[in-house]
């Protein structure tokens, strides 16, 4: 998994703070056609809903995507928080339309949306990382946002190679992982 590409013309946008919220989460609640996330940590995460002024969890708005064809996968370091899982038992649907895998070396932060839009940063899918906290309980978080088709294509073949378990097998931590991903790609077969 190691690699290194230069990118002298790679058009992107630095964000900082509550960019963070207006740049990436209304993109995704935007979403059409794909969101694949990765995040050391996933927690409850509130967001503001179509209804200016009112807010909602993430989850109730991944159901919502989910219920318009949108792929939805998240990989993610650890188990979700309890309040996260508390939101997705109530929509005992999104179960089925959201791909849920867990690899306890996930340290990335990506957000890739439609194919078309990527973020990379230091932000968790947390609401004090990405959510609409506000300025006093927000993390400091920095990122980029590209739309450069090179760099999206390599950041997608980086997390399908991890979704799908090419790590795993050379990987020290396998026997610590509850359910490695390679065996999970095998298993679906």
Not at 50 to 56: I, P, T, V
Not at 57 to 80: K, M, N, Q, T
Request: with cysteine; hydrophobic share 40%.
């Amino acid at each position: 998994m190691d690699f290194r590409t230069r990118y002298e013309s790679a058009a992107f946008d630095l964000i900082a703070g509550h960019s963070h919220y207006e740049d990436v989460i209304e993109a995704v609640l935007r979403s059409e056609v794909s969101v694949w996330i990765a995040t050391a940590n996933l927690k409850g995460l509130m967001v503001q809903t179509r209804k200016r002024g009112r807010y909602a969890s993430i989850v109730s708005e991944l159901d919502r995507l989910a219920r318009r064809g949108v792929e939805l996968r998240i990989l993610h370091a650890s188990l979700p928080s309890r309040p996260f899982r508390s939101e997705f038992d109530r929509h005992p649907g999104l179960m089925k339309r959201l791909e849920l895998r867990m690899c306890p070396r996930v340290h990335s932060k990506i957000i890739l949306v439609d194919g078309a839009l990527l973020y990379l940063g230091s932000a968790n899918w947390t609401g004090a990382g990405l959510g609409a906290k506000g300025t006093d309980r927000r993390n400091f978080e920095l990122g980029i946002l590209s739309r450069d088709e090179q760099m999206i294509d390599q950041v997608q073949a980086y997390y399908e190679r991890l979704w799908r378990g090419g790590p795993c097998g050379r990987c020290r931590m396998k026997r610590e992982c509850e359910f490695p991903l390679d065996l999970l790609e095998r298993s679906a077969v």
